[in-house]
């Protein structure tokens, strides 16, 4: 069996993140805004394809509560119980009320 090539430090850092984010219930937006960050920026993060500055880091951490170096952890998902194949956070509200759905149907 083939060993498994291990995550770069910034690929383990998207997926904390994102596991994190999900865990909480928050959204990409919510997650930014706690931050004081972008959106798109959060984003980016998530799919590992930007660096970051420890500050950023930080500031992630803290609207996350937790400590900043667990983000980097390779074992983060399974010292909380995190499941992996989660890669969305439940909708908590309808985008659309019922009334606009059916507005203009017969």
Do not use: C, W
């Amino acid at each position: 069996m083939p060993k498994a090539v291990p995550k770069s430090l910034r690929l383990v850092f998207a997926r904390n993140i994102r596991l994190m984010r999900i865990d909480a219930g928050m959204s990409q937006e919510r997650l930014a805004a706690e931050a004081g960050l972008d959106r798109t920026f959060v984003g980016t993060l998530e799919r590992g394809l930007r660096n970051i500055s420890v500050d950023n880091i930080d500031l992630i951490a803290k609207a996350l509560g937790l400590p900043a170096h667990e983000l980097m952890h390779p074992g983060l998902p399974e010292q909380r119980g995190l499941d992996i194949t989660l890669t969305r956070a439940p909708r908590t509200i309808r985008p659309y009320t019922s009334a606009r759905k059916s507005k203009g149907r017969a």
